[in-house]
């Protein structure tokens, strides 16, 4: 069962100095938990609506984040007023110093004027008994360039406080507590477009709430391996799937540090993954990282299923989608019935799930005092009769962290620095019917397209590409003959967050030599065309 101890292993939050961060509903505020931790600070993110006596952790200083409401209307969000007695540093950020104003006397009102975008900041330095709220502002301009979003303002300073800031239309831009660690500020440090934020936001944490900069992967490895090892227990094992992209190469790999071959890997090849990729991915998994795999060759089952499907592309997806969980559950079942019954070992309690960070915050962020919250979804009954137990050794981390943990841990770059890959793989690329022949081209394409990106060292630049089989067929002349035959795709994109994206500005000297050797290496093909919309309109894949 859980932990042999009848305690839970300690969290991250418990183990490391952290910075609570509490969600207005800011469309920024999980960035504020990010640059955090690339300053190696462990942060973490709650709803507004957190009641601070549930906490079972003390944080080393809080943040209030921005959000869309206004703290004089009725039914906007609020603080549970605890904060105020907990005895550490609190930094409210635009609505959260508007916030903590509202706390101390309810002084704030809609502007005449809204501010949005970039303003300059005239930085106020302070003597005597009020110098150490200049702690906040430490090392930076007396002009310092930030960037506002507001529309509401304090009417004046709340009792005991003093001004840190102002700007043109902002008198109170920036205010602190003259005794106690309370700072506010209208604009966002979090946001790129104030160049020095982050170091606002190292003020803040570092030397105001005294917190430890020792959130790094080679801290975290140790500790979270630990953490496995209580969770399962001394014979307890643990099943997952892995498809060989980063999120679930690191899960895996944490899992066999922790617990050999108690964990087992299942991969399943639904024969449209990338050319050779099933047999490299198992080589690197089980020769390189040492994971107890299981590779089900299951291409034939999937091209049955999609033979014929042409009309809804999201018929694909489902059918690839409901295959995928009746053979993990078959192969799950097998393994589960051998290990059933061996000494050494228990039975199979326990699901791997490579949630990461970003789902978690999606899934607990503050959607507005009518929105219900969502609960996070259990796959555990994804197992029919299996009741497995979720376990998700990543879900503190950020894709930055995931990658820096891979790292850390030994596996190979280019597993670390993959560009994503799909569920249902190549079959979305794959527009109109999937067949063994379409899919021989367009891997052979795929991977003529990434073997040049790499050569001329843009694989890190780009976010995501990959070559895409259209339903078509054009004219071309091959020697001296005509050919009817088929057209490929390229699409390539630069992102930061997967929502939006533009694609790629290859030189036209590279796309040539991209489309020189499709068309003569890969055969069926007499065309080849690069996708040029950015995302929104178009979406990253094609179906
Ligand atoms: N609604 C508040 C205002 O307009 C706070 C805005 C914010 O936090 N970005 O001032």
């Known amino acids: 069962m859980a932990a042999t101890n009848g305690e839970l292993p300690p969290e991250p939050h418990k183990l490391f100095d952290t910075i609570l961060v509490l969600d207005f509903g800011s469309q920024y505020t999980h960035l504020i938990t990010r640059r955090l931790r690339e300053l190696n600070i462990y942060s973490e993110m709650l709803p507004c609506t957190q009641k601070l006596a549930d906490l079972e952790w003390k944080p080393k200083g809080v943040i209030l984040s921005g959000g869309p409401y206004s703290v004089y209307e009725e039914g906007a969000p609020h603080v549970d007023p605890a904060v105020f007695e907990l005895d550490v540093p609190i930094l409210g950020i635009c609505y959260g110093l508007q916030e903590i104003a509202w706390h101390h006397g309810k002084n704030v009102l809609a502007g005449e004027k809204r501010e949005y975008g970039h303003a300059i900041l005239d930085v106020h330095r302070h003597t005597g008994k009020q110098a150490h709220a200049d702690r906040l502002f430490q090392g930076l301009e007396d002009d310092m360039e930030v960037w506002m979003s507001h529309g509401d303002k304090l009417s004046h300073l709340p009792t005991d406080f003093i001004t840190l800031a102002t700007t043109k239309n902002s008198p109170f831009a920036g205010i602190a507590h003259e005794e106690k660690e309370y700072y506010g500020i209208q604009f966002h440090p979090e946001v790129t477009h104030t160049k020095r934020g982050v170091h606002l936001l190292k003020n803040f944490a570092v030397d105001i709430c005294k ?229 021989r081209i367009a891997q052979e394409a795929d991977h003529i397209f990434i073997e040049e990106i790499k050569a001329a060292g843009l694989y890190r630049d780009i976010s995501q590409a990959y070559a895409a089989l259209l339903p078509v067929k054009a004219v071309g002349v091959m020697g001296d003959k005509r050919v009817h035959a088929q057209v490929i795709a390229l699409r390539a994109v630069q992102t930061t967050d997967f929502m939006t994206a533009e694609c790629y500005p290859f030189d036209f000297k590279f796309l040539n030599r991209v489309s020189t050797r499709i068309v003569n290496e890969v055969h069926g093909v007499c065309r080849v065309l690069y996708e040029v919309t950015s995302k929104p309109p178009g979406t990253i894949e094609m179906e």
Do not use: C
């Open 211 to 439: 917190a430890q900069q020792n959130w790094t992967m080679e801290e975290f490895v140790g500790k979270e391996i630990a953490r496995i090892r209580a969770l399962v227990g001394e014979k307890g094992q643990v099943i997952g799937a892995v498809s060989g992209g980063v999120d679930s190469t690191v899960a895996a790999k944490l899992m066999k540090e922790a617990i050999g071959d108690r964990f087992h890997a299942i991969m399943v090849d639904n024969g449209v993954m990338r050319l050779n990729e099933a047999k490299i991915v198992k080589e690197t998994l089980t020769a390189g990282l040492g994971i107890n795999l299981t590779v089900v060759d299951a291409s034939e089952r999937f091209l049955g299923k999609l033979k014929g499907v042409t009309d809804d592309p999201e018929k694909k997806r489902k059918i690839i989608g409901n295959t995928f969980i009746e053979i993990f559950q078959e192969k799950a079942k097998e393994i589960a019935e051998a290990a059933h019954g061996s000494e050494r070992e228990g039975e199979i309690e326990w699901l791997l799930q490579g949630t990461l960070y970003p789902d978690v915050i999606e899934s607990i962020s503050f959607k507005g005092p009518s929105a219900t919250i969502k609960t996070h979804h259990n796959v555990g009954g994804l197992l029919e009769g299996m009741h497995l137990k979720l376990i998700e050794p990543l879900r503190e981390l950020f894709k930055d962290e995931v990658r820096a943990l891979g790292t850390t841990m030994g596996i190979p770059e280019y597993l670390v620095w993959r560009h994503p890959f799909p569920g249902p793989g190549l079959a979305i690329r794959i527009l109109g019917e999937v067949t063994p022949e379409q899919v």
